[in-house]
């Protein structure tokens, strides 16, 4: 056990580092500086500003400058407004966050809940809507559906106000984030379901006469929730970049709408930091869930 | 032949025997064998899939979704007497004001000019506020992201077929070797890397314009870059998988031992027994890559301006979504269609070719 959850910290730094130094020199591949104006500046000034930023040691300083900073919680300063980004994140995060968390639990239920009926009453009226729907909602990208759920709740209908300063309403973004994860997890709840219900187990509970929600409950709903936890650490990485383009659309100011401003913008600081700071949200998430995962599963042998 | 059996002379019955007397059975005539023959072909595995895959009436659905896509894109432009990135004009002079026409709309000039007698093609799904028919812009961008879509899955298939097949058969360090990188670009968060490139590369590379790549456009070529750099692991993974319990084979054993190269092993006797699996997997990569696609155009990193795709449609069109919501309807809808129709096929040729994955 502790082997293996060492063995996964190992590659999950050198995931993040990987991914720190790919976003470094790519952006650093990019031509043209930070200091490039339209109106030149003079040589001083740059010059001055190079050794202000550390831009004149060579690359591989830079890079470890730039790591050294990343362990100290310092993301650099943003290019197009010359705001602290690590300030920045402290004040979107939390918006994403709630977003992204609520999203998460609502497919997972709703899902759950979904594949489960789905599964007991298989080859019936419900199982068909339930599959139908959740197939439809698969090929339905989120940035569009958003879109409409925007176009018919607040400017057709008027019934959910627009996103602003004092008018928060979670349920438009969170519907259209947790769309997909809930189709998927359906049709995966539902298979782990009749897989579980198939199980020897169940049949021996049947003949001693159990109640049948006990069954149900206690026995098969248990063992089919296995994979919806495997699935909820990549699901994770979904609602991170799925929340992107919804909080683009439904203009809320969180870390996932800066991403996307920045780059319209080719803010290429913002662009770098945001990079990471993710990077390692997702690569800590499937490390929890992992773990996790084997924890709740005493069958899964560690190797 | 002195020990051939001779229903006449058969050995003498034993009392108590259950040996029946052939002499009371009757001959069966000509007709009567004929009946007994098998009269339908043996089916090879490829029309096995065929048959399973036409009885399944979504999979069928989406195949003739696709094929009303495919023709209507490849027809449209021959009909339709506008181009993509045409600015309406009538008679030589610009048309001020064919802008965010209606469906079946026809702006004030063009009515004039239908007044006077001429004929003028209706804009079937009106006009752009940049005053280009929308209808023929709506075509090319399912062209754009049909065309992504197939050959970034036919690159990922490329790549991970050669990168798992080579990994996979010669085995040993060199497979772990292989498969430690794959498991370190599996690890990394492949949305955000995706993003990060196509913001970079496009500024990076450059083709002389009148090349092939120089009119895909350097996003587009950035684009297939970001599939083949990124998108190959899982598909390696898969056919690594494959080899490892094909090679466990006889005819495996039976071919290396009658001096076959390992080439002509992976070719001839490896490949063909994970077709099914590389065919059910790019089949459903092909969606993804649309998704991708259009995400990427969404947010503004896709296709360059003026060439359309479905995804940057819907991003334009949500500058005027109060009062022209026609606009991002066409686009969406194309989307989801493909994307739905491309699922459905995928999960019937996982269906039929594949039963091991059949739930």
Request: hydrophobic letters at 50%; charged letters at 15%.
């Given at each position: 056990?502790?082997?293996?959850?060492?063995?996964?910290?190992?590659?999950?730094?050198?995931?993040?580092?990987?991914?720190?130094?790919?976003?470094?020199?790519?952006?650093?591949?990019?031509?043209?500086?930070?200091?490039?104006?339209e109106?030149?500046?003079?040589?001083?000034?740059?010059?001055?500003?190079?050794?202000?930023?550390?831009?004149?040691?060579?690359?591989?300083?830079?890079?470890?400058?730039?790591?050294?900073?990343?362990?100290?919680?310092?993301?650099?300063?943003?290019?197009?407004?010359?705001?602290?980004?690590?300030?920045?994140?402290?004040?979107?995060?939390?918006?994403?966050?709630?977003?992204?968390?609520?999203?998460?639990?609502?497919?997972?239920?709703?899902?759950?809940?979904?594949?489960?009926?789905?599964?007991?009453?298989?080859?019936?009226?419900?199982?068909?809507?339930?599959?139908?729907?959740?197939?439809?909602?698969?090929?339905i990208p989120s940035f569009i559906l958003a879109t409409f759920l925007l176009l018919i709740f607040c400017i057709e209908l008027g019934?959910?106000?627009v996103?602003?300063?004092?008018?928060?309403?979670?349920?438009?973004?969170?519907?259209?984030?947790?769309?997909?994860?809930?189709?998927?997890?359906?049709?995966?709840?539902?298979?782990?379901?009749?897989?579980?219900?198939?199980?020897?187990?169940?049949?021996?509970?049947?003949?001693?006469?159990?109640?049948?929600?006990?069954?149900?409950?206690?026995?098969?709903?248990?063992?089919?929730?296995?994979?919806?936890?495997?699935?909820?650490?990549?699901?994770?990485?979904?609602?991170?970049?799925?929340?992107?383009v919804i909080?683009h659309v439904f203009t809320?100011?969180?870390?996932?709408s800066?991403?996307v401003s920045?780059i319209g913008n080719r803010?290429?600081?913002?662009?770098?930091?945001?990079?990471?700071?993710?990077?390692?949200?997702?690569?800590?998430?499937?490390?929890?869930?992992?773990?996790?995962?084997?924890?709740?599963?005493?069958?899964?042998?560690?190797? | 032949?002195?020990?051939?059996?001779?229903?006449?002379?058969?050995?003498?019955?034993?009392?108590?025997?259950?040996?029946?007397?052939?002499?009371?059975?009757?001959?069966?005539?000509?007709?009567?064998?004929?009946?007994?023959?098998?009269?339908?072909?043996?089916?090879?595995?490829?029309?096995?899939?065929?048959?399973?895959?036409?009885?399944?009436?979504?999979?069928?659905?989406?195949?003739?979704v696709l094929?009303a896509i495919l023709i209507g894109i490849t027809a449209a432009p021959h009909i339709v007497p506008y181009g993509y990135e045409e600015i309406l004009s009538v008679e030589g002079r610009r048309d001020k004001g064919a802008k965010n026409l209606k469906p079946f709309e026809y702006s004030k000039m063009e009515q004039q000019y239908i007044a006077k007698g001429g004929e003028r093609f209706p804009h079937i799904f009106g006009t752009d506020e940049q005053c280009r028919d929308y209808f023929i812009r709506v075509i090319y961008g399912t062209r754009v992201s049909l065309t992504v879509g197939f050959f970034?899955?036919?690159?990922?298939?490329?790549?991970?077929?050669?990168?798992?097949?080579?990994?996979?058969?010669?085995?040993?360090?060199?497979?772990?070797?292989?498969?430690?990188?794959?498991?370190?670009?599996?690890?990394?968060?492949?949305?955000?890397?995706?993003?990060?490139?196509s913001v970079?590369?496009p500024s990076?590379?450059s083709f002389p314009p009148d090349s092939f790549f120089g009119k895909m456009g350097p996003n587009m070529v950035s684009l297939?870059?970001?599939?083949?750099?990124?998108?190959?692991?899982?598909?390696?993974?898969?056919?690594?998988?494959?080899?490892?319990?094909?090679?466990?084979?006889?005819?495996?054993?039976?071919?290396?031992?009658?001096?076959?190269?390992?080439?002509?092993?992976?070719?001839?006797?490896?490949?063909?027994?994970?077709?099914?699996?590389?065919?059910?997997?790019?089949?459903?990569?092909?969606?993804?890559?649309i998704f991708t696609e259009s995400y990427l155009s969404f947010i503004g990193l896709g296709v360059q301006a003026p060439m359309p795709s479905l995804g940057s449609l819907a991003n334009a069109a949500r500058g005027g979504i109060n009062t022209y919501p026609f606009k991002l309807v066409y686009p969406s809808i194309m989307i989801c269609l493909i994307v739905?129709?491309?699922?459905?096929?995928?999960?019937?040729?996982?269906?039929?070719?594949?039963?091991?994955?059949?739930?």
């Amino acid at each position: 056990m502790t082997r293996y959850i060492i063995k996964r910290l190992i590659l999950a730094i050198l995931t993040v580092f990987i991914i720190a130094a790919i976003t470094f020199f790519l952006m650093h591949a990019v031509p043209g500086g930070p200091f490039n104006r339209e109106k030149a500046l003079s040589e001083a000034t740059i010059q001055a500003l190079n050794e202000r930023y550390g831009l004149d040691k060579p690359l591989i300083a830079q890079f470890g400058l730039y790591l050294k900073g990343l362990l100290h919680g310092d993301f650099g300063v943003s290019l197009k407004n010359g705001r602290e980004i690590s300030s920045i994140f402290a004040e979107s995060f939390p918006i994403s966050c709630k977003l992204g968390l609520m999203a998460v639990g609502v497919a997972l239920v709703v899902g759950t809940v979904l594949g489960s009926i789905a599964a007991l009453m298989r080859n019936k009226m419900p199982d068909r809507i339930i599959i139908f729907v959740t197939t439809l909602l698969t090929s339905i990208p989120s940035f569009i559906l958003a879109t409409f759920l925007l176009l018919i709740f607040c400017i057709e209908l008027g019934w959910v106000q627009v996103w602003s300063a004092n008018s928060n309403n979670y349920i438009l973004p969170v519907c259209a984030l947790a769309a997909y994860p809930m189709a998927y997890t359906t049709r995966l709840a539902k298979s782990s379901m009749l897989d579980a219900l198939g199980q020897d187990y169940i049949r021996t509970a049947r003949a001693k006469g159990v109640n049948k929600f006990v069954i149900i409950f206690k026995h098969a709903l248990r063992n089919s929730l296995i994979p919806v936890i495997t699935y909820a650490g990549p699901q994770i990485a979904y609602i991170i970049t799925g929340s992107m383009v919804i909080e683009h659309v439904f203009t809320i100011g969180g870390i996932g709408s800066k991403f996307v401003s920045a780059i319209g913008n080719r803010d290429y600081t913002l662009i770098m930091a945001t990079t990471i700071f993710l990077a390692v949200l997702m690569v800590a998430a499937t490390l929890i869930c992992d773990i996790v995962y084997k924890l709740v599963d005493p069958r899964i042998k560690f190797d | 032949m002195d020990n051939q059996y001779n229903p006449n002379e058969a050995p003498a019955k034993h009392m108590f025997s259950m040996q029946l007397d052939p002499q009371m059975f009757e001959k069966a005539t000509d007709e009567e064998k004929q009946q007994q023959e098998v009269m339908s072909e043996s089916t090879t595995f490829f029309r096995d899939g065929m048959r399973r895959l036409r009885k399944n009436k979504l999979s069928m659905f989406g195949i003739i979704v696709l094929f009303a896509i495919l023709i209507g894109i490849t027809a449209a432009p021959h009909i339709v007497p506008y181009g993509y990135e045409e600015i309406l004009s009538v008679e030589g002079r610009r048309d001020k004001g064919a802008k965010n026409l209606k469906p079946f709309e026809y702006s004030k000039m063009e009515q004039q000019y239908i007044a006077k007698g001429g004929e003028r093609f209706p804009h079937i799904f009106g006009t752009d506020e940049q005053c280009r028919d929308y209808f023929i812009r709506v075509i090319y961008g399912t062209r754009v992201s049909l065309t992504v879509g197939f050959f970034a899955s036919i690159i990922v298939l490329i790549i991970g077929m050669l990168y798992g097949s080579i990994s996979g058969y010669i085995g040993g360090r060199v497979d772990m070797i292989m498969m430690r990188i794959v498991d370190v670009i599996y690890s990394l968060p492949d949305m955000l890397m995706v993003i990060l490139l196509s913001v970079v590369l496009p500024s990076l590379i450059s083709f002389p314009p009148d090349s092939f790549f120089g009119k895909m456009g350097p996003n587009m070529v950035s684009l297939f870059i970001v599939f083949g750099l990124l998108y190959w692991v899982g598909m390696a993974r898969l056919i690594r998988g494959q080899i490892l319990s094909i090679k466990e084979n006889d005819y495996i054993l039976a071919a290396q031992s009658t001096g076959a190269s390992a080439g002509r092993i992976i070719r001839r006797h490896i490949i063909p027994n994970c077709l099914s699996v590389i065919i059910v997997s790019t089949a459903l990569q092909i969606p993804s890559a649309i998704f991708t696609e259009s995400y990427l155009s969404f947010i503004g990193l896709g296709v360059q301006a003026p060439m359309p795709s479905l995804g940057s449609l819907a991003n334009a069109a949500r500058g005027g979504i109060n009062t022209y919501p026609f606009k991002l309807v066409y686009p969406s809808i194309m989307i989801c269609l493909i994307v739905l129709s491309l699922n459905l096929l995928g999960d019937g040729l996982r269906d039929a070719f594949d039963p091991k994955l059949r739930r």
